[in-house]
């Protein structure tokens, strides 16, 4: 294979694990080995020079020359993979990690660190270690891509992939007089972390839901609170937190409280709700979508002052059915005439077709989440005629209140 097909491998490979966020390498072996491949681990708790080769001398010495694909697991309980590249030299991999399969809780953590000897003043840095890592659960598709380029490197039948764990060795000593807190990898994770943080914040105050999801599908942004021994209680913790994030660019989107409240207790109660871990990913993209959504539907930041007053008073009181344009002019002290243009010039709609929206979708988000009769979501949106109500919900939606709830029992 030529030196060009390599090159143009290894730069899809690391473009795809930079995705993942996995950190990756080009290692010459004859050379020392990075002190930053295990992202300073061993550097932060042993202290200058340590052995780092040990991460690797474990491995059969000859793997390069026998094209052995390594999947690894170091006594830290940090995967690694080794590929050997066929490069003239000889001596020269390709390494990606560390990464996680699992979620290290601080229960675990803990019992890592009493196992191997680790003093106690560095067990704060070794959860915030692991906490840093990206964890992949599900392996088996990076598998068997590694699979396809070993094909693709040496041919089929004449390669192997070895999967092997390090034996923990107890003889190591480590810094007992330092907090290695302020490791620098670890701090640029962190920083990367928020700087995707506010990436999401921004793009939800826009009411833009494919630039939110990019940022937060970054595995630096899916690491889980590891508090818990739990992965289920970790999980919904994390996705609290990414319910308040999510809370906060919709707040500066310009959505009024009034809204924000009632999503956020709704997701709260999804989260909550959650019997598997695996069904944060689809959470999480719920959360995603509400909260842009009501960026789009909800946000006043582009009405002016008087006209934002109305529309909060509105949804204060769209309950009472003899909400009207002269009682919302009262209330707000303003003239009747006025205010009719106001919404006209700013929304486009008159006074009566906004409340009607507003109290249909109500309705609809009442008949989404509630059993409550036809009846009484009428009378909750302020409208005490079921008959008047049931035509305007079908002028909406093409279809009855009573039609479309049985629409959503049937998915």
Do not use: W
């Amino acid at each position: 294979m030529g030196t060009k097909d390599v090159s143009f491998l290894l730069e899809f490979t690391e473009n795809l694990f930079h995705k993942l966020n996995l950190i990756t390498n080009i290692i010459d072996i004859t050379k020392a080995l990075p002190n930053d491949l295990d992202l300073g681990l061993r550097n932060s708790i042993i202290g200058a020079n340590p052995k780092l080769n040990k991460k690797i001398d474990f491995l059969d010495p000859a793997f390069i020359e026998k094209h052995i694909i390594y999947f690894s697991i170091d006594k830290y309980k940090c995967h690694y993979i080794f590929i050997p590249l066929p490069t003239e030299d000889g001596h020269t991999i390709f390494a990606a990690g560390p990464y996680l399969t699992e979620h290290a809780s601080i229960v675990q953590t803990n019992e890592l660190c009493k196992k191997l000897g680790i003093p106690a003043n560095l067990y704060s840095f070794m959860h915030q270690y692991f906490s840093s890592l990206p964890c992949m659960a599900d392996t088996a598709i990076i598998e068997n891509y590694i699979d396809t380029i070993g094909e693709y490197f040496y041919g089929v039948g004449n390669y192997e992939i070895a999967y092997i764990t390090q034996q923990p060795d107890y003889d190591t000593t480590y810094l007992t007089d330092t907090d290695p807190s302020e490791n620098e990898d670890i701090v640029k994770r962190m920083e990367y972390r928020y700087s995707l943080e506010r990436n999401i914040v921004n793009a939800i105050s826009r009411g833009d839901f494919n630039g939110a999801m990019r940022s937060s599908a970054d595995p630096a942004v899916r690491n889980i609170d590891n508090r818990t021994q739990s992965t289920l209680r970790s999980k919904k913790n994390n996705l609290l937190a990414f319910n308040t994030i999510c809370r906060r660019g919709a707040e500066i989107g310009g959505v009024h409280p009034l809204f924000l409240d009632e999503t956020s207790r709704n997701m709260a109660v999804k989260i909550e709700n959650m019997v598997t871990a695996s069904q944060d990913t689809l959470i999480h993209k719920e959360i995603l979508k509400a909260y842009c959504a009501l960026v789009r539907q909800k946000s006043t930041s582009n009405y002016s002052p008087t006209l934002q007053r109305a529309m909060i008073y509105i949804i204060q009181n769209l309950y009472d059915h003899t909400l009207t344009l002269q009682s919302t002019a009262d209330q707000l002290n303003i003239n009747k005439s006025y205010l009719a243009t106001l919404f006209k010039k700013e929304t486009g709609d008159t006074f009566t077709k906004y409340i009607n929206t507003k109290r249909l979708e109500r309705a609809i988000f009442l008949l989404n989440t509630t059993s409550h009769s036809i009846q009484s979501i009428a009378n909750d949106c302020g409208i005490e005629d079921v008959t008047y109500f049931t035509r305007l919900f079908k002028k909406e939606k093409s279809m009855t209140p009573t039609e479309y709830r049985a629409m959503l029992n049937e998915k």
